[in-house]
Nanobody, 124 residues
Framework: QVELVESGGGLVQAGDSLRLSCAAS????????MGWFRQAPGKEREFVAG????????NYADSVKGRFTISRDNAKSTLYLQMNSLKPEDTAVYYC?????????????????WGQGTQVTVSS
């Protein structure tokens, strides 16, 4: 069992930055591939970024490439998402998720545990 708690969301203006954190507890954090997903009102959940257990070769959705950076600190059992140059279309609830496989998956169904989400709202 893994528990995930996201934090760092908020209300910002377009062009601002935010850093989301996801604190994990339970089974060995470093064993997991992790990802960030988001869901906007009336839309399906979508993949944002993923990172392997070692932190190498992160994967990003095209919509956030060059603006968002995913990272992890295995010693602190924490996943991060640095979001720069935020746009109104980034407004959503952001979720972190973990999976026990080594492959970074973009489908949410392939992840085993999820956090409760943190709201990010970007005003124009």
């Amino acid at each position: 069992q893994v528990e995930l708690v996201e934090s760092g969301g908020g209300l910002v203006q377009a062009g601002d930055s935010l850093r989301l954190s996801c604190a994990a507890s339970g089974r060995t954090f470093s064993m997991y591939t992790m990802g960030w997903f988001r869901q906007a009102p009336g839309k399906e959940r979508e993949f944002v970024a993923g990172i392997s257990w070692s932190g190498g070769n992160p994967n990003y959705a095209d919509s956030v490439k060059g603006r968002f950076t995913i990272s992890r600190d295995n010693a602190k059992s924490t996943l991060y998402l640095q979001m720069n140059s935020l746009k109104p279309e980034d407004t959503a609830v952001y979720y972190c998720a973990v999976r026990s496989g080594i492959r970074i998956e973009t489908r949410g169904a392939n992840y085993d545990y999820w956090g409760q989400g943190t709201q990010v709202t970007v005003s124009s």
